[in-house]
């Protein structure tokens, strides 16, 4: 059995609640054998729903660390959390990264692009492979319009600053690199983003809170094609997590990463003055 070692901000959040029985299942797909066996939090008691980290640990068979030194010496692999706190998500990497193992950033990445460079020259020094994605990546919906040109997504979420990462990461693994600025409008309820590339390639993404579904409507000729997300990409995500842990190696280009930070800083700042462009 590999040890899995869960860092976060406070251990019982929705996704580290949910994490150990979609890893139970990747194990199942992939014939591996991997567990949360430790978890670290700096807080300890649980914003979400009041739980402390040995409660927590209690009920996922795992065993809690007083440090996140230890948690890093004890596991065989690491999977940073923090989802809802990405400024959290440097500090963590400056403690986890220098120990050379396996590592998985939970999204939001960084709250600035410049965070995000610091980490990647973190993991560079000590030649720690990691990776950091939305789950959104692994919408199968997204492989059917694959080498589309033209891209509007939509999709909601408590806040643009957490939630806009998701529509990013449909349109970077969609378009690909090359986003020059970002404008945004606000319609009411809605926000709408628009990505210039400087050539044929164009997306918008709309967001609001807690109203829209994931959706996609890409280029297709005549029959532009329309899909509504209903794909099971967390399960996705945790076997591509695991297969990673296995092999060291990421399944997509790592810049993708740095891109969609880009966009959705940019995105955030022309969120503050709308009609203007903001260069990436």
Known sequence: MKKIGFVDFYISEWHANNYPKWIAQANEVLGTDYKVAYAWAEKDVSLYDGRTTAQWCEQFGATPCDSIEELCEKSDVILVLAPSDPEKHLPYAKAVLPFGKPTYIDKTFTPNTAEAREIFAIAQKHGTPFFSTSALRYATELDEIAGSRQLAVTGSGRSAEEYIVHQTEMVVK???????????????????????YGDDRTATMTYSPN???FTLLAEGGEKPRWRQVKSDFFAALLQDILRFYESGKVSFDVSETMEVMAIREAALKALDAPGEWVSL
Do not use: Y
């Open 174 to 196: 969609t378009l690909g690199a090359g986003a020059q600025k970002v404008r945004a409008a606000k319609m009411g309820l809605l926000s709408v983003f628009e990505i210039a």
């Open 211 to 213: 109203a829209l579904p």
